[in-house]
């Protein structure tokens, strides 16, 4: 097609039942027509008949746009109930029988427009295609065209879709077309359906609402609320992510573990608990650090004046030898120089003095005869230098007699000691610190430990606490103390005997000979004067057993010079009782 009209022959009418007529027209046997429609004339005539052939309202006729009048003869005298088409071969609807119609999918479909600018009425006159109501849209008016007066009024052209198994190809300029059918025929007075073989009268092939793909303001609106929506929801979603952040950064995070906890407690303790007794014994308990000419050493004491005097062990001291140094460490962390003022290695304690020092504290002495097994006891020491440490424990036994020292060879640093043992730690630097009762006061000096490999380690150091610790009693320790002070020297009771301590048997055995030739029996002695025999057996000392030498030893330096005992010996397999008073020596 070149100038939009068409080439092949016309179409031909049939008519349809006259307005108001009720009689049936669907027609059992189709009739034949003298010619046949182009595709696309067929294509734009819209039938409003419904599939049980009863005749519907028609709309005004209407004609076709820019086309040329009908003459008179050509338009067929109305034939009601007869259409005027060849028999149709494919029994197609509605003039056949029924066909491989199927429902039309639930969208708008583009209504082709004929050849000549025929115009076709819309899908849905007075909706928009999906069941609702449409405002007309302006119309140009068509120009007049005249009408035979021998015809009958000509009725709306009516057709019907081409069954879905064989589609009409549409012309390119179809779209262009109809556009301008729509803007140019008038709005109709009736609706036009297409037809529908499975639709209801007057129901649309879709949903009711806007067909697809337009815009419609309430969408543009919903967008608009969606868009506004979402920034607050963001707003209010980097407010809420702020200030968790802060939180977490503020306060170490949302799973940060807060344990419930007692608060301060201003109170004190007991004093007769373990920290009531540090609390009272520490600030009379100092630390020595002794440096001399081939060695040094970490030890403990304790403030035995305002004068400044400290009791310590011997073998605290012994490195400083004759021009050591000695430092001493109060617990508040103060320092002063000591200087020797006595010691006794057989009882093996000694006097260190410090002078330049105010406020000193010194610590109340206790009683050691009264002290029972079982007794709750505190240590406090520098073990391994760590000063102001506090153990605790009880006292496992009394008058445990020890020997310590020895490492000269020649037995003048041996010490002999009835000692009080006890179970709190006390390692290497306890030596010298206290041993205090419940109300702290000193009832021994923290002098030795048994140690399970024997006091030394595989890397030659000396070895911790086992649990058995010895300290030598305070009354003993008071009366040597005293005389350190005093004299700068300390006595010890003797009985002038010199012992085998080499025998084996049960008990002390008197020797045969002293040392350097001398008589085993001092003459004019306090045992020569008793009565004792060299090779007399000592069993007891005032009713105490004693099995060997050094226990004998022990037994006598636990008392003072001057002291009365009552001895059991062996002579000759019978047992024999004597008294005597101890004498006095100096020590070393």
Do not use: C
């Amino acid at each position: 097609m070149e100038d939009g009209k068409s080439t092949g022959p016309k179409a031909k009418w049939w008519s349809r039942p006259t307005p108001g007529r009720t009689t049936r027209t669907a027609p059992d046997e189709p009739s034949p027509v003298e010619d046949t429609a182009p595709a696309a004339d067929l294509t734009a005539m819209a039938a409003a008949v419904a599939d049980d052939g009863e005749s519907r309202t028609t709309a005004p006729e209407a004609q076709p746009v820019d086309a040329p009048p009908l003459p008179p003869a050509a338009v067929p005298p109305a034939r009601p109930m007869t259409p005027l088409h060849e028999p149709d071969q494919y029994s197609t609807p509605p003039y056949g029988g029924p066909g491989p119609w199927a429902p039309a999918p639930p969208v708008q479909r583009p209504v082709p427009t004929p050849a000549h600018g025929t115009p076709v009425p819309p899908q849905y006159a007075g909706t928009n295609g999906a069941g609702l109501p449409a405002p007309p849209a302006p119309t140009a008016p068509a120009p007049a065209q005249p009408a035979p007066a021998s015809a009958a009024p000509a009725q709306p052209a009516t057709g019907f879709a081409p069954p879905p198994h064989a589609p009409q190809p549409q012309q390119p300029q179809q779209a262009q077309l109809q556009a301008q059918h729509q803007s140019q025929s008038p709005a109709p007075s009736a609706q036009w359906l297409q037809y529908d073989p499975w639709g209801a009268p007057r129901q649309p092939l879709t949903n009711p609402g806007p067909p697809l793909g337009a815009d419609t303001g309430r969408r543009k609106s919903r967008r608009g609320s969606l868009l506004i929506g979402a920034v607050l929801l963001a707003l209010v979603a980097g407010g809420i992510g702020g200030g968790i952040g802060a939180y977490i950064e503020r306060n170490g995070g949302l799973t940060r573990v807060e344990l419930p906890q007692t608060g301060h407690s201003a109170g004190g303790r007991a004093p007769d608990s373990v920290a009531g007794i540090a609390a009272s014994a520490l600030p009379s308990v100092v630390t020595l650090h002794v440096t001399g000419a081939t060695e040094s050493g970490t030890g403990t004491g304790f403030v035995l004046d305002r004068s400044g005097h400290i009791l310590t062990n011997n073998h605290v001291v012994a490195p400083a030898g004759r021009g050591g140094e000695i430092t001493v460490t109060f617990s508040g962390g103060e320092t002063a120089r000591g200087e020797v003022v006595g010691k006794d290695s057989g009882y093996d304690l000694a006097v260190v003095k410090v002078t330049g020092v105010s406020g000193l504290k010194p610590l109340p002495l206790g009683n050691s005869d009264n002290v029972q097994v079982g007794d709750p006891v505190v240590a406090i020491g520098a073990p391994f230098d760590l000063s102001n440490t506090v153990t605790s424990g009880i006292i496992s036994a009394k008058d445990r007699p020890i020997t310590a020292g020895g490492e000269k060879g020649d037995g003048s640093d041996i010490s002999y000691v009835d000692a009080l043992q006890t179970d709190a730690p006390i390692n290497p630097g306890n030596s010298g610190g206290p041993l205090v009762d419940t109300d702290a006061h000193v009832i021994g000096i923290n002098s030795a430990i048994r140690a399970a490999d024997s006091g030394a380690s595989e890397e030659g150091g000396q070895a911790g606490s086992i649990g058995l610790g010895f300290a030598i009693p305070i009354n003993q320790g008071k009366r040597v103390a005293e005389e350190l002070i005093n004299t700068g020297k300390a006595t010890h009771p003797v009985i002038g005997v010199t012992l085998d301590m080499k025998y084996t048997g049960d008990g002390a055995r008197v020797g045969s000979k002293g040392a350097a030739g001398k008589p085993a029996v001092t003459p004019g002695g306090p045992g020569a004067k008793a009565g004792i025999r060299p090779g007399d057996v000592i069993t007891e000392v005032d009713g105490r057993r004693v099995h060997s030498g050094e226990e004998l030893i022990v037994k006598i330096r636990a008392h003072r010079p001057g002291d009365h005992l009552d001895l059991t010996l062996t002579r000759g397999g019978k047992d024999l009782s004597i008294s005597l008073t101890l004498g006095s020596a100096s020590g070393t």
